[in-house]
């Protein structure tokens, strides 16, 4: 099984253990920004064993984990709108807002449906002139190229019955907010690769230089993620802050240019709320002026519907990595996959989903 066995090999993976082991000296906390590297991680045990030295801690890179109350609430309230059809990511349904979730309003008559990029959701608007179709555009800088291929297809085919509810979020930015916070501890990063396969690393270049933290871009394997330490662990021990590539096989320095083109033509960066966490400067995309007729929340006059976090999750500090979910009280009592208080016990990317999954706690 090429490109796949190859990355999770016990025997390669034995070697960067033996390597890690025998050059890390101290202590060093690292934190993988992206939700699939903490699934990968807990599923393969990797961070059981790490050398003791080593910590890896959690951050806020699951999309459906960081869309805020607010939003979900907002797409519920369109959902519910007369002759609207909802298309959504499948993740996204069962993530609670404020007092229910689209599944809820699936169950009281809303029309949601399951698609798997904005592509698809105008060819159901396409299907269907005499209703609205509405597509929820959430995620990082990996999504948001489609999400705009969306907008600029609709434009091309003159559909007036095609929008989109966006809440991008913004990686390099919420990097920038955890560092200058006085309650950071992590040392070194490991970026998500898919997210430089899009966007590259002259940002993560800044960010090194600012704060002087090494930072490598990684994959998604276990010995993606295990390489990706090793890489870190030699920049950190030698005292060198670079940004290194561990993910060559797809990640370019200078990113897709054809994709963050598209981006950039429909969207415009903005400040965002990451749920659990706050407002960030600079860290979402809102659609530009120019493709206003395309936004959802300005076509059904939701932009202003705005809620409170429940103080009982703490899944803003398990983003921010200051909190394992298992520390949380909560955790499998009162918050289960069934029932659960926040988004990152339900996401297929949140951490407190593969703790729960995988670590039977």
């Not at 090429?2 to 090999?9: F, T, V």
Request: charged share 20%; net charge negative.
């Amino acid at each position: 099984m090429k490109y796949l066995s190859e990355y999770r090999d016990p025997e390669t993976a034995g070697k960067m253990l033996f390597e890690l082991r025998r050059i890390v000296t101290k202590p060093w906390t690292i934190m993988e920004v992206c939700g699939g590297q903490t699934h990968a991680i807990v599923r393969s045990g990797l961070d059981q064993v790490l050398p003791g030295e080593i910590s890896l801690v959690h951050g806020p890179g699951c999309p459906v984990c960081v869309t805020p109350l607010e939003t979900i609430d907002r797409a519920i309230a369109i959902a519910l709108h007369p002759g609207v059809i909802f298309c959504s990511f499948g993740d996204m349904l069962r993530v609670p807002g404020s007092r229910a979730d689209l599944l809820t309003a699936r169950s009281q008559g809303a029309d949601v449906r399951i698609v798997y990029s904005a592509l698809e959701a105008i060819k159901i608007a396409g299907e269907n002139p005499d209703r609205q179709v509405v597509f929820f555009a959430i995620g990082f800088e990996t999504t948001a190229p489609g999400n705009a291929m969306g907008i600029l297809q609709a434009e091309k085919l003159g559909l007036n019955n095609f929008s989109e509810l966006v809440c991008h979020v913004l990686v390099p930015p919420a990097i920038t907010a955890l560092l200058q916070s006085p309650d950071n501890l992590v040392q070194g990063y490991l970026a998500a690769g898919h997210v430089c396969t899009v966007q590259g690393l002259s940002e993560y270049e800044e960010i090194a230089e600012k704060f002087g933290v090494p930072i490598v871009a990684t994959g998604l394997e276990p010995n993606d993620i295990l390489e990706g330490v090793l890489m870190l662990v030699k920049l950190l021990e030698a005292g060198r802050v670079e940004v290194q590539n561990q993910y060559t096989r797809l990640v370019r320095h200078e990113g897709n240019v054809h994709a963050r083109k598209a981006v950039a033509e429909v969207f415009t960066v903005c400040n965002q709320k990451w749920r659990g966490i706050g407002e960030i400067p600079g860290s979402g995309l809102m659609i530009r002026e120019k493709f206003s007729r395309y936004d959802a929340a300005r076509k059904f006059g939701v932009g202003d519907i705005n809620v409170r976090e429940p103080e009982e999750c703490i899944s803003g500090l398990v983003l921010q990595g200051l909190r394992k979910p298992a520390e949380c009280a909560a955790f499998g009592v009162n918050c289960t996959p069934e029932k659960p208080l926040g988004a990152t016990m339900v996401s297929s990317e949140g951490a407190c989903s593969a703790y729960y999954k995988y670590k039977a706690i």
